[in-house]
């Protein structure tokens, strides 16, 4: 990866982040824009980014931050995740370019995480002898002067041309927040909230919050009354005081959407008691619990709510929240299906199917799955041409199997999308198409199908409807392998142990692959 250009990238995100606070980096739109008015001449990596932020790595790194930042888990570890995650879309230089920069921005330490070169140590003896700017800040801090000690704890915090030490920005905070500063007491404040650069202490964050407030800090006081609302560590919730404090600085006090929810729902309100029980069940916001999620959608289900119905008949299917039981799964499923919940209808079919829960029946479930296709599910629709595919419940046809499946592959269902290159590829309903066939699989393969990225693999391998190409079959097959698929990783060692157009032989990584993948070196 190139060190210079990583440098520019990362500069550019942490600048992003400083501007508009860590969770732009869930924003693609948002991010993006940012991003090239900061890095104007970055437009390619602008558009890396772009792609990174669809896939919800920003989401994803945004949910792992605290465990990365308590030493829960090694910054290395996601990074290598999201960089695998990325592979199917950028190569693995620029999507660790692009992985990397976020990490850094978001403060993570990692193996090669150093943009520029750091200091190692606040001591003024670790700067170099050019290195005026810092070694006047440190002058004027130990005189005494405020704005150099806030600079000072921002250099430290962020890892702007020292190393990024949250222990020593809160010795810095401090000195200039005791002498008044409402700068460092907001940030000290912060650092204390966070559990970052010293242990988590929410009274002592109250009191530096209190002293910014009293200045004028809106965030500090709006961050104050938070604080006597919920409660935290060493200090307890007391909504008296932050009902005073929310009178006091004429701020409304902070009412979360399940709060809000949960009011609704007490007195009632099944809309209410349904969003109540899918946050309880995501952990959107709080803690997920899904005993008390399937307790909020039982109340809802009473009340004859459909999706509410739908969702109790998943737990029950699945045994989460509750004991499984398919009997009550499908019982659920056919009372929110009764209200035109095709989901439901598609999983009672299922059920038939199955026979799970109720007496089985391929016939019905090729109804079911009809009438739910019918109506627009592409699940079903999907379901269907299975059926058709496989004569289950009715007679066989793959030319129907073929029409249903084309109905959802048009809705981006990755599944069907693969099964009509299937049907392509072997000539199943329609005359065998191979460039057809490999249009299909990479559509599939794009929305992260397994299967059609082996498919296509096989195809540039022997050179079906395209020419023959060793390396992007090598390179289908790895896509397919990083996500365990044993035969794509044989299928690859093959692609290494012999070579061929565009691909040169690399027997030591073909071996290696055969131990990872349990089959012997000398049978390929």
């Not at 069940?281 to 005993?291: C, F, L, Q, T």
């Not at 299975?386 to 029409?403: D, I, Q, W």
């Not at 290159?421 to 005359?431: A, M, Q, R, Y």
Request: net charge neutral; glycine share 8%.
């Amino acid at each position: 990866m190139d060190k210079e250009l990583f440098r520019q990238t990362a500069e550019a995100c942490k600048m992003v982040t400083e501007h508009f606070g860590l969770d732009v980096i869930a924003d693609q739109k948002r991010f993006c824009s940012a991003f090239s008015d900061f890095a104007p001449k970055l437009s390619k990596e602008k558009k890396a980014f772009n792609l990174a932020l669809s896939e919800n790595v920003g989401a994803f790194f945004l949910r792992e931050h605290e465990n990365v930042t308590s030493g829960k888990k090694s910054a290395d570890s996601i990074i290598k995740r999201a960089v695998t995650d990325l592979s199917d879309y950028l190569n693995e230089e620029k999507a660790e370019l692009v992985v990397k920069s976020l990490a850094y921005a978001l403060g993570w330490e990692f193996t090669s995480a150093e943009p520029e070169k750091e200091v190692e140590s606040s001591d003024i003896s670790a700067f170099s002898s050019g290195s005026t700017l810092i070694e006047e800040l440190f002058s004027k801090a130990r005189n005494g002067d405020n704005d150099a000690c806030f600079n000072l704890g921002e250099r430290f915090f962020y890892g702007r041309g020292v190393k990024q030490d949250y222990t020593k920005a809160v010795f810095w905070y401090t000195q200039s927040a005791d002498r008044g500063d409402c700068s460092s007491q907001k940030k000290l404040a912060d650092c204390l909230h966070q559990g970052q650069g010293a242990p988590r202490n929410d009274a002592e964050a109250a009191k530096r919050y209190s002293q910014a407030a009293e200045q004028g800090d809106y965030d500090s006081q709006k961050a104050l009354i938070s604080c006597y609302q919920y409660g935290g560590v060493g200090l307890n919730r007391d909504l008296s005081m932050a009902q005073k404090l929310s009178q006091r600085y004429g701020i409304p006090l902070d009412i979360s959407e399940a709060e809000q929810l949960l009011n609704r729902a007490k007195q009632g309100d099944p809309e209410a008691q349904l969003k109540l029980g899918h946050i309880l069940w995501n952990g959107k916001g709080v803690r997920p619990d899904h005993d008390k999620a399937v307790k909020w959608y039982k109340a809802a289900a009473a009340q004859g709510e459909p999706s509410a119905l739908y969702a109790l008949g998943c737990c029950y299917a699945a045994g989460d929240g509750v004991q499984s039981d398919h009997m009550r799964a499908f019982d659920f499923f056919s009372k929110a299906a009764a209200h035109g919940d095709t989901d439901a209808m598609n999983n009672m079919a299922k059920f038939y199917l199955n026979g799970e829960g109720v007496i089985q029946s391929k016939t019905k479930a090729t109804g079911l799955f009809r009438k739910a296709a019918e109506a627009g599910n592409v699940r079903a629709q999907y379901n269907l041409g299975e059926c058709f595919f496989n004569g289950l419940g009715t007679s066989r046809s793959y030319e129907k199997a073929l029409t249903w499946f084309r109905m959802a592959a048009a809705q981006s269902l990755p599944e069907a999308q693969y099964s009509c290159g299937w049907c392509s590829f072997k000539g199943l309903g329609t005359p065998r198409d191979y460039v057809e066939a490999r249009h299909f699989f990479e559509q599939a393969a794009n929305n992260g199908n397994i299967p059609a990225k082996r498919m296509l693999g096989y195809i540039y391998m022997n050179g079906l409807g395209t020419a023959e190409d060793r390396g992007k079959a090598a390179e289908w097959f790895e896509k397919a392998a990083l996500r365990k698929d044993k035969e794509s990783g044989k299928m690859l060692a093959v692609c290494l142990k012999y070579g061929g157009n565009y691909l040169t032989k690399d027997e030591a990584k073909a071996r290696k692959l055969a131990d990872e993948f349990g089959f012997g070196y000398d049978t390929i």
